[in-house]
């Protein structure tokens, strides 16, 4: 059974930084592509980041490039996001997402707040 489980997000002062984690189960990360998409209140879901299976290419959105880093532990079988210089717009609930060939799978999400 598929699993996605994030967690780390929290409040943090602009400027501040945030790691998120993505718990997989049921599949091993290491052999998957994987996403993070973030849902702000009254807006669709967007793609945020990127890594391929081998873990060699990522991909960003405008957004987060050169302030986020996609990365996992395979021996964890866990996903992160390093998010740096957060801003009041970086505020929403943080998907992670793997597609896998039985199928598109979602974590519940954790929010992040980007408050002073």
């Known amino acids: 059974q598929v699993q996605l489980v994030e967690s780390g997000g929290g409040l943090v002062q602009p400027g501040g930084s945030l790691r998120l984690s993505c718990a997989a189960s049921?599949?091993?990360?290491s052999d998957w592509s994987m996403r993070w998409y973030r849902q702000a209140p009254g807006t669709e879901r967007e793609f945020i980041a990127f890594i391929s299976s081998s873990g060699g290419t990522t991909h960003y959105a405008s957004s987060a490039k050169d302030r986020f880093t996609i990365s996992r532990d395979n021996a964890k079988n866990t996903l992160f996001l390093q998010m740096n210089k957060l801003k009041s717009e970086d505020a929403a609930v943080y998907y992670c997402?793997?597609?896998?060939?039985?199928?598109?799978?979602w974590g519940k999400g954790t929010l992040v707040t980007v408050s002073s």
């Open positions: 049921g599949f091993n990360v």
């Open positions: 997402n793997a597609l896998l060939r039985s199928g598109n799978y």
